[in-house]
């Protein structure tokens, strides 16, 4: 009799998990587990994301695995997006246009706060990411469209927004920079994915891992304001997540086709090329045309830069 070691893997887990009296926040929990949905339900819920792992179980089941994710937290977007729900329904195929537009206003509003209070982190190509964000985020107003996709886009932009403003905040983190780096690259993948149309299939996944990387970004923001003996263990853990969570994101964009020049640039994004970018606020002293370098020049670019952002209206046409 052979064993199925996934099964015997995702088991062993889920009894720990009992043991731990369902404290499974410090231990990351086998890929297989959404193999076996009882034990999944069982040992680790449909509350936040299994992490993915590549290699470990086909593409097409984690895509599968998605789907039901997303139907189990559908109802949850509008308080991502700091939104009242108002009795609607917001799933997929039925988001409200008035939710969508309320989303917008609001993720106009979190990246204006980025601006202003990460300003000592951020790189230019963090600031041109902002721009794109509010000129689709502005687009979405101005047009009559109802889009789950969209809105799960936002959800996932607002709330890594707001975790890169808490990392600022607070002096539990010594050095926010891996957190708004980290967060700048799901941003950008998550516009590439609102930008760029898939499948059915690929749709459903793209919104699932959207709104859970949302999740476990709110719950890493609710992390950092607690007093809490195991934080360390809870953030790096966290921290394992959204970096696998980020894996999944980047290859939804392969299969969108954004990774290429065509889809991305005709809708307005940029290609998602993340290797070319730039670390460091120096790379910001051609912007108010001092090429000294100088730390004192880099900052006071970066500051007129987030001032002029933060006036712009919604005619926006000057180029990112």
């Not at 799901?186 to 709104?211: F, H, K, P």
């Not at 859970?212 to 607690?226: H, N, P």
């Not at 370098?293 to 880099?298: D, L």
């Amino acid at each position: 009799m052979s064993i199925d070691w996934c099964e015997f893997i995702s088991k062993g887990w889920v009894e720990a998990a009992i043991e731990a009296d369902g404290d499974v926040t410090t231990c990351r929990p086998p890929v297989s587990l959404i193999l076996y949905r009882d034990l999944l339900e069982k040992g680790w819920g449909w509350d936040r994301l299994v992490p993915y792992n590549d290699g470990s179980v086909k593409w097409s089941d984690f895509k599968d695995y998605l789907e039901t994710y997303f139907q189990k937290n559908e109802q949850q977007i509008a308080n991502l997006c700091n939104c009242q729900n108002d009795g609607l329904l917001i799933g997929k195929g039925v988001a409200a246009e008035n939710f969508l537009q309320a989303a917008a206003n609001q993720c106009i509003e979190t990246e204006n706060m980025f601006l202003t209070s990460c300003w000592k982190y951020i790189t230019v190509e963090d600031i041109r990411l902002c721009r794109q964000i509010k000129r689709h985020a502005r687009l979405i107003i101005q047009s009559e469209v109802a889009s789950s996709a969209a809105t799960a886009g936002l959800a996932c932009v607002i709330k890594e927004a707001e975790l890169m403003c808490k990392s600022v905040e607070l002096v539990v983190v010594d050095d926010p920079s891996e957190i708004i780096t980290l967060s700048n690259e799901i941003r950008q993948s998550a516009l590439n994915l609102m930008l760029n149309g898939g499948t059915e299939s690929q749709n459903d996944a793209a919104l699932a891992a959207t709104v859970g990387i949302a999740k476990e970004a709110k719950y890493l923001c609710d992390l950092l304001s607690q007093e809490d003996p195991d934080i360390n263990v809870k953030y790096f853990n966290c921290d394992d997540f959204r970096r696998r969570a980020a894996t999944v994101l980047t290859m939804l964009e392969k299969e969108f086709g954004c990774g290429s020049d065509g889809n991305a640039e005709k809708n307005g994004s940029a290609p998602c090329n993340k290797s070319e970018k730039s670390n460091g606020v120096s790379t910001v002293s051609g912007l108010n045309g001092d090429e000294s370098g100088s730390e004192e020049n880099s900052n006071r670019g970066i500051i007129e830069h987030c001032v002029k952002d933060n006036a712009e209206n919604g005619n926006e046409t000057d180029q990112a």
